[in-house]
C-alpha cells in the first residue's frame, strides 16, 4: 500500500498561459521562462480546449501529446507540453469548465504537469485532478516557493478541501485512497450533522448516505454543506467516449477478472460518436483516427456483454446503420431514473435527470470505474441555489431563454457558481412541460454548478407511469422535497413576464445578451449553419418550437439560407415527430434530419463548421472555443435558431 504523501517538491518549469501569444509561445518553443508577474491569464478554459473532442479517441499515455492542443489561438501544438518540461500551470478564472471527461486533466498529468494552478478551479475537473493524483491550487503565492525548489506540505494543497477529498490527495489519488479504505487503514469521517431543515439534493443525500460501510446500512438524520461521505447510487451510466477508460482504469485497480456489483443497474451508451465518420477531417483518418474511434465502441460493447450491463446501442433501418437509440440524457429520464434517486453518469450533462428529481451528477472515469465496485461515490454535500420563478413565458420565449438570462448574472460569471446546486421552484417551474425543466437542469452545469433539480410533481408521475408503466403511488412515495426554512447560499427571484428572446455570443455559455441588444451592438450577424438538437434541443417540445417555426415561416414564403439540421434527442422523439407530421414538414422546407446522436454538439456529426469563418447559432448547451467545429456558435433557443434558418441573420419569429 502507498505511503501518503506529507510533502510535495514540483520538478519542471512553470507555464503561464498568458492571453499575451508572444510570451505564450516564447514559453513553450524558445525555452524562454517568465518571471512572476501580474500579467492577464487566459480565462474560462475549457475541458474541450484541454483536451479536444477527437483528442479523446485516445484513453491512455498518447493523451499527454496532446495536451492544451485545442486552446483559443492555436498556439499549443502536438507535444508542446510533454517536450516543454513544465511542472505547473497557471491559468486564470474558472479553469476546467465544461465536459466531465477525464482525459483532460490526465493529459497534463501524463505530460508532466504535477499542479495546476488557477484563480478558480471547477468542480468536476478539480474532482478528476483529486482522483489521478494532478495538484491544484489558487494560491498564487506557492509559485515563488515552489520556483526555489521548496518542499511544500501536503496541507497547502489540502486547505479548504472535504476530509474524504483531503486524504484522496494525500494518498495520491482515489485507486489508492479505496485501497486503504477497503483494508480498514483509513474511514471516514462519520456525519454527525443533526437534523436541520435541509434542501432537494441535501435530504437525498441523506437518504443514500452510508451510515454503516460494513453492514450497508443508509440513512443519516440530516446533512450540511461541507460534510463528506459515501452515498449509494441508484443508478450509473456511462457511454463509449469514457467506458474504455473507466474499464481500463477498474481491471488495472482491481484486477482483470473484476466484476460489476449489480450490473442491473449500470447502463452504457452508443450515443456520442455515432456519426462521426461523416465529418471526420482527411487529416484525422490519416492519423489513425477513425480505426481509434471505432475501437471505442467496440471495447464497450465487449464490456456491456461481460458485465452483463444494458447497452443502449445503434439502430439500424433497411441494413443500415441510422443512428443510436437515444442520447444517455433523453434515454435516462425516458426509461430509466425515478424521483429521489442518485444518478451518476460520466458527462457533465448527467444534471438533466435533475428535471425528474433526481440528484443527478457528472463524474470521471476514475470515479465511475471505483462505483462499479463499491456502488458508492464521493460527496461533499454542496450549497443550494435557490431560483424561484414565478409569471408566465411570453410568446417567442421558453426555457433556454431564461438560462441563457440567468448564466449572465454576474454570481455565475464570475465563478461564484461553481460546485453549487441549482434548486429550481416556484409556480413558474411547475407550469412548464417536463421537456422545457429538462432545458433548465441540463444547463446548470453551465453555471459551474454541482447539477441543477426540480422538485417532481404529478407533471413527472404521469410521464413515467405513461412512459414506462411503473406504478404511480410508488412514485409519489419517492418523491423527495425541500424542507420550509432550508438555506440557500443565494436566492433567484425571476419573473417570466420579463423575459425577453436572449442569446449568448461565441466562447462562453455566460456570454447572454437580449436578441434586441445584440441587434443594437452589432447589427445583423450573418450565420451559416443552423443547429438544432442535441440532449439540450432535442426533446419533444424542442421539436414542437422547430415546427412552429418553420410553418410560419413557409406559410409566409420564406425560404432557408443557411444550412439547417434537426437532429432528434432519441428514437421516441423521432416517432413523436413522425406523427405529429413534422418530419414531412422538416424535409419539405430543406432540413437535414439527423437521427440520435450527440453529432455536432461535440464536434461528432452534421451540423460543424469547418472553417473559422463560418457562423452558427444552435440550439445546443455550451460555445467554448472549437466545441462544435473552428467556427462561431451563438446559442439560441429553439425559436431563434429556426427563424435565423430562414432569416439568415440571428434573429427571432417575429422577424419573419
Known amino acids: 500500500m502507498a505511503e501518503k504523501r506529507t510533502h510535495v517538491q514540483i520538478q519542471g518549469r512553470v507555464l503561464w498561459l498568458t492571453e499575451n501569444a508572444d510570451e505564450l509561445k516564447a514559453q513553450l518553443y524558445d525555452g524562454k521562462d517568465l518571471p512572476v508577474a501580474e500579467r492577464k491569464l487566459v480565462d474560462n478554459i475549457s475541458t474541450d480546449e484541454l483536451t479536444p473532442g477527437w483528442v479523446c479517441y485516445y ?30 500551470i497557471v491559468s486564470g478564472v474558472s479553469k476546467g469548465c465544461g465536459s466531465s471527461r477525464e482525459t483532460a486533466p490526465y493529459s497534463e498529468l501524463k505530460a508532466g504537469v504535477q499542479l495546476v494552478i488557477a484563480k478558480n478551479i471547477e468542480k468536476i475537473y478539480g474532482q478528476n485532478c483529486q482522483n489521478i493524483g494532478l495538484l491544484t491550487s489558487t494560491d498564487f503565492s506557492l509559485i515563488p516557493r515552489l520556483l526555489v525548489g521548496e518542499a511544500i506540505p501536503i496541507e497547502e ?69 461541507g460534510d463528506a461521505l459515501f452515498v449509494r447510487t441508484d443508478v450509473r451510466f456511462s457511454h463509449e467516449y469514457v467506458t474504455p477508460m473507466a474499464e481500463a482504469l477498474f481491471r488495472m485497480g482491481l484486477g482483470a477478472d473484476a466484476k460489476i456489483t449489480d450490473p442491473q443497474s449500470v447502463f452504457a451508451f452508443r450515443d456520442h460518436l455515432t456519426f462521426l465518420d461523416r465529418i471526420m477531417p482527411e487529416a484525422h483518418v490519416k492519423m489513425g483516427l477513425k480505426e481509434q474511434a471505432a475501437s471505442l465502441a467496440t471495447v464497450q460493447e465487449s464490456f456491456a456483454k461481460k458485465q452483463g450491463v444494458r447497452l443502449y446501442g445503434e439502430v439500424h433501418r433497411g441494413g443500415q446503420l441510422v443512428g443510436s437509440e437515444g442520447i444517455c440524457h433523453n434515454i435516462v429520464i425516458e426509461d430509466i431514473a425515478e424521483p429521489g434517486q442518485l444518478v451518476i453518469g460520466t458527462d457533465s450533462h448527467t444534471c438533466m435527470a435533475g428535471a425528474i428529481g433526481c440528484f443527478a451528477f457528472g463524474v470521471g472515469s476514475t470515479d465511475m470505474a471505483n462505483s462499479w465496485f463499491t456502488k458508492d461515490v464521493r460527496v461533499k454535500v454542496p450549497e443550494s441555489v435557490r431560483v424561484n420563478v414565478r409569471g408566465a413565458m411570453p410568446d417567442g420565449v421558453c426555457a433556454k431563454d431564461l438560462m441563457l438570462f440567468l448564466l449572465a448574472d454576474e454570481f455565475f460569471k464570475t465563478g461564484a457558481g461553481i460546485g453549487k446546486v441549482l434548486e429550481f421552484a416556484g409556480p413558474g417551474v411547475q407550469a412548464m412541460s417536463l421537456d422545457e425543466r429538462a432545458t433548465l437542469t441540463n444547463m446548470a452545469v453551465e453555471a459551474g454548478g454541482f447539477t441543477g433539480i426540480i422538485e417532481a410533481d404529478e407533471v413527472v408521475v404521469d410521464y413515467i407511469a405513461g412512459q414506462r408503466g411503473t406504478d404511480r403511488q410508488r412514485l409519489r412515495a419517492q418523491i423527495v422535497r425541500a424542507d420550509a426554512g432550508a438555506c440557500y447560499c443565494k436566492t433567484f427571484d425571476l419573473d417570466l413576464a420579463a423575459l425577453v428572446p436572449t442569446v449568448a455570443s461565441p466562447g462562453d455559455p455566460r456570454n447572454g445578451m437580449a436578441l434586441t441588444a445584440l441587434r443594437e451592438k452589432q447589427g445583423k450577424v450573418k450565420v451559416h449553419i443552423a443547429y438544432g438538437g442535441s440532449c439540450t434541443g432535442g426533446k419533444k417540445a424542442d421539436m414542437d418550437m422547430y415546427a412552429g417555426v418553420v410553418r410560419k415561416a413557409m406559410d409566409r414564403g420564406h425560404r432557408l439560407q443557411t444550412k439547417a439540421y434537426i437532429q432528434f434527442g432519441s428514437q421516441r422523439i423521432r416517432d413523436y415527430a413522425e406523427k405529429m407530421g413534422y418530419i414531412s414538414l422538416f424535409e419539405g422546407a430543406g432540413v437535414e434530419l439527423i437521427d440520435p446522436s450527440c453529432g455536432a454538439c461535440i464536434k461528432a456529426g452534421p451540423g460543424v463548421s469547418f472553417t473559422a469563418d463560418e457562423v452558427t447559432v444552435s440550439a445546443i448547451n455550451r460555445n467554448f472555443p472549437g466545441r462544435s467545429g473552428p467556427g462561431q456558435v451563438w446559442l439560441a433557443s429553439p425559436l431563434v435558431v429556426a427563424a435565423s434558418a430562414f432569416l439568415g441573420y440571428v434573429g427571432g419569429p417575429d422577424e419573419l
Open 157 to 225: 494543497f489540502t486547505k479548504g478541501l472535504d476530509p474524504i477529498a483531503a486524504e484522496i490527495v494525500r494518498h495520491g489519488g482515489l485507486f489508492a485512497y479505496n485501497q486503504a479504505r477497503l483494508a480498514g487503514a483509513t474511514v471516514p469521517p462519520a456525519v454527525t450533522t443533526k437534523p436541520r431543515p435541509m434542501t432537494l439534493c441535501e435530504k437525498i443525500i441523506a437518504q443514500r448516505a452510508i451510515a454503516d460501510a460494513k453492514t450497508g446500512r443508509l440513512g443519516v438524520p440530516a446533512v450540511l454543506p
Open 59 to 88: 484513453y491512455d499515455e498518447t493523451l499527454a501529446r496532446y495536451c492544451l492542443v485545442g486552446l483559443r489561438g492555436g498556439h499549443v501544438k502536438q507535444d508542446a507540453i510533454k517536450s516543454g518540461g513544465f511542472g505547473v
